[in-house]
């Protein structure tokens, strides 16, 4: 599930209740441990499981949140950025078409600094029409300044909701963050996870202070001016300053929870690299898939590793970089296409790293999985073959591939 | 609390001087009399458009209440967002209850077109703020193009005068009424001449147990094509011929606020303007004679209304 | 005025100094001022209820003058004054006028 590099005493650790939920649901749970001051959703499916769940706790007053039932997601967004400007804790839900409408108050929500929390389960974007699972949602709103992290179950998908929190509201992040399931797949799959006390969740998140809020009718702030020549490029710069810092206070968090919980999360989840000479680079729940697949190869004597990625914003280059090097030939998985570039988002992204820190492993991409096409272990094990193929022969072939898909 | 001017001057501006607006734009004058009006806290909201680009340019503000501006279409569900929050954290007891109000501002291009349906909701889910709209009956701040609350016949950068159409084919939609639809508690239609009457109903909006709307027309001499200094006498005749009628509907109850004694013709109207010019050619004669009988028969109606009561 | 660097402002494109805009002077727009008769000044404030600029400077319920550094010569306060004691001179004359002074 997720790395072990305790510090933290056994003992300090919180016993968690051990329950079987859908990621959907889990995720529900987590908002209700953490009782936002304001939540405004719309409903779409995967995510609507999330919404509806939530809604039950408004109605039986186990949480203190006013629940905004909103006309559309664009609307939820905006409302969540009046709320976050007023200063209190705000969380939403989405997907697919939801997140796409949203699209333009993404932006506005980062580049306020607005520490808002979005769930989201992930969906193929329209046309034509596909409720299941791909990352094109998430992918198309990659430079939108949120933070993206995602889970490959349903104890991450939990485990992630409130580690979101403590990211996004950190002084040198203040920034919004989406945590990513896998739709249907996480957030319709029942599994085992074992859920936090609810003293534990709101001991771990604490009380949050806004640096500046609209409510404080003492000291009028103008948030969201026009910005011009003169500065809105210095207003981006930090921006990035805020994206740059997180990636410590991502590990630090992380770290942290995993003192209280037992488990501990990072940027990444390494599966057998280190002494892999071929290796998978994929996000979100595919990642279990393939771990059955690395098994599958290393019984056969192969020497495959799986590299899972936890934070695609900010992108960990260092790291990935780091636990790649020593690797002849990586495939990286994209749950997504984007159309006429060179490769697809992670692909991109883990070349990048790859590039700048000297190592020169073969590196192709596989699209995979999009609206929701199975991907199975044996597929996997297919790219495995095709890696060993490429490091054996030292051909590199097609650079960007596509599996599952019916040539 | 009574409308004396003579008290209110002494009061700062919540809205400073150095904005840009143009020189004679009806917009901070409405503004200025709204903030005025208010006693308690205030929270604004601003859609895009001149009131916001020409208020908040880096690092100058002219706003001395809480002020945001997030897009074009979501002023009024931004302004929602803020005061769930309030509500939220009083009902909490993570803040004291100080009778915060929520203020929202949008043009009409704001208001009739892009986030008609984000105020639709705001009113639906009873969101208690205070939703203005300053009505200059065009997209002004990106060179007065046409939109719903434009007037049939009027010239528009995107309904222009040309060879076979004299300017915008359609009538303007009736927001105020639309609003009314909604059933929320406090709905009016205002001028910044009568600013007595503007000021009353933002009190009475503000007093209202719900959602509220005030319609307040605001003319703009850039796209208007009209004098700056006339803005206001300008803003008289709407009322006085009837073009821009000034009522209040309180809890389903029509009010009308102000009935010239003499009714004046569109004509009037259009000759202080000159994005009606054409109109007053003779080719233009029927249209003219279209747009009166509709003045007329909108007046009538909401005399009726208004007497009904 | 130096600029500030993005490590010297505060994030997310706040401005903290409410009101800072009266240190914009857009009194450089103007072609005509207004000129007040204040013997014959009522203190009405019609003026000041219509002034787009909040340009009307009072003291004590009393109008005392027009911010020059930002009216921008619009001229309603001219054109609405009840007893019609504000004219609209054009700057050039007035400068002329002032430098003769
Ligand atoms: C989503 C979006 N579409 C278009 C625009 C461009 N735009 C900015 S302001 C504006 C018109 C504003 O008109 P109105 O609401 O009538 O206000 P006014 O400027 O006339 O006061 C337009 C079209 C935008 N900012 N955002």
């Known amino acids: 599930m997720t790395m072990t590099r305790s510090k933290g005493s056994v003992t300090d650790r919180v016993q968690g209740e051990p329950i079987a939920l859908d990621g959907a649901k889990a995720v529900a749970q987590a908002m209700r441990q953490m009782n936002p001051d304001v939540v405004a959703a719309y409903p779409i499916t995967p995510q609507t499981e999330i919404v509806q769940t939530f809604s039950e706790y408004v109605a039986n007053g186990e949480v203190d949140t006013e629940f905004v039932a909103v006309e559309s997601e664009h609307a939820a967004m905006s409302a969540c950025i009046g709320a976050a400007a007023a200063g209190g804790r705000v969380q939403t839900a989405t997907t697919s078409a939801g997140m796409a409408f949203m699209w333009e108050v993404l932006y506005v929500a980062s580049s306020l600094r607005l520490p808002i929390i979005m769930a989201v389960a992930n969906r193929a974007l329209s046309a034509p029409l596909n409720i299941h699972c791909d990352h094109s949602d998430a992918m198309g709103a990659r430079d939108a300044g949120w933070l993206q992290v995602y889970a490959e179950d349903v104890q991450e998908a939990y485990d992630n909701a409130f580690q979101a929190l403590r990211i996004a509201e950190h002084p040198d992040v203040m920034l919004p963050v989406m945590h990513c399931q896998d739709g249907f797949i996480i957030s319709h799959g029942v599994e085992r996870l074992e859920l936090l006390p609810d003293g534990a969740v709101k001991e771990f998140i604490g009380t949050y202070t806004p640096r500046y809020s609209l409510l404080d009718t003492e000291h009028p702030a103008t948030f969201g001016p026009v910005d011009l020549q003169d500065h809105y490029f210095e207003h981006k710069r930090q921006q990035v300053d805020g994206m740059e810092k997180a990636l410590a206070v991502v590990e630090e968090i992380g770290q942290e929870y995993g003192d209280l919980t037992g488990r501990y999360y990072g940027h990444l989840s390494p599966y057998r690299l280190e002494d892999a000479e071929i290796a998978i680079v994929v996000m979100g729940s595919t990642a279990g898939t393939t771990k059955i697949a690395v098994d599958k190869m290393r019984e056969r004597g192969i020497k495959a590793g799986l590299l899972k990625l936890r934070t695609f914003r900010p992108f960990p280059a260092d790291a990935v970089a780091e636990a790649l090097a020593g690797v002849s030939a990586v495939a990286v998985l994209d749950r997504a296409i984007a159309f006429g570039s060179q490769g697809n988002p992670i692909f991109l992204d883990v070349c990048t790293s790859l590039y700048a820190s000297g190592a020169r492993p073969d590196v192709v991409n596989y699209v995979y999985g999009l609206g929701g096409r199975d991907t199975t272990a044996s597929q996997i094990t297919t790219v495995y073959a095709d890696l060993l193929n490429i490091a054996e022969t030292g051909q590199r072939g097609p650079l960007v591939r596509y599996l599952g898909l019916r040539e | 609390m009574a409308i004396n001017l003579r008290q209110m001057c002494n009061e700062r501006d919540q809205l400073a001087p150095g904005h840009r607006l143009c020189p004679g734009c009806a917009e901070p004058v409405v503004v200025r009399q709204i903030l005025h009006a208010i006693e308690d806290p205030v929270v604004v909201a601003n859609a895009t458009g001149c009131l916001e680009v020409s208020t908040s340019i880096f690092p100058y503000t002219s706003w001395r209440v809480p002020w945001i501006h997030s897009a074009f279409e979501n002023a009024s569900t931004t302004a929602a967002g803020a005061e769930s929050m309030y509500r939220s954290l009083v009902r909490q007891g993570k803040m004291a209850d100080n009778g915060t109000k929520f203020l929202a501002f949008g043009g009409d291009g704001a208001t009739y077109d892009i986030g008609f349906q984000f105020l639709s909701g705001v009113w639906e889910r009873g969101h208690k703020v205070l939703y203005v709209c300053l009505n200059n009956e065009a997209y002004m701040n990106t060179g007065i193009q046409r939109s719903s609350a434009t007037p049939l016949g009027a010239w528009t950068t995107t309904s222009p005068v040309g060879r076979v159409r004299p300017g915008k084919r359609e009538n303007r939609k009736n927001m105020t009424a639309i609003a009314v639809a909604h059933e929320i508690p406090y709905v009016a239609q205002a001028s910044p001449h009568l600013w007595r009457d503007l000021m009353n109903k933002v009190q009475r909006a503000l007093a209202a147990d719900g959602p509220s709307f005030i319609n307040v027309l605001a003319p703009c001499p850039r796209g208007w094509r009209s004098e700056p200094g006339e803005s206001i006498s300008i803003s008289k005749l709407a009322a006085d011929t009837c073009v821009w009628p000034l009522y209040e509907v309180i809890d389903g109850v029509w009010k009308l606020n102000y009935k010239p004694r003499n009714k004046r013709p569109v004509t009037d109207w259009m000759k202080s303007q000159g994005r009606f010019s054409h109109l007053l050619k003779p080719e233009n004669e029927e249209l003219v004679t279209q747009i009166q009988e509709r003045v007329d028969k909108e007046w009538e109606a909401l005399v009726t209304k208004c007497e009904a009561n | ?101």
């Open chain 3, 1 to 101: 005025m130096a600029l500030k660097s993005w490590r010297e402002l505060p994030i997310g494109g706040v401005i903290l100094e409410s009101g800072s805009s009266v240190d914009y002077l857009t009194g450089g727009w103007r072609a005509e001022r207004p000129i007040i008769d204040m013997d014959r000044c009522t203190s009405c404030m019609i003026c000041w209820i219509f002034c787009p600029e909040g340009g009307i400077l009072v003291e004590e319920s009393k109008v005392t003058g027009i911010d020059m550094d930002h009216c921008k010569g619009c001229g309603i306060c001219a054109l609405e004054c009840p007893p019609k004691v504000i004219k609209m001179v054009q700057e050039v004359t007035a400068l002329e006028g002032e430098q003769g002074r």
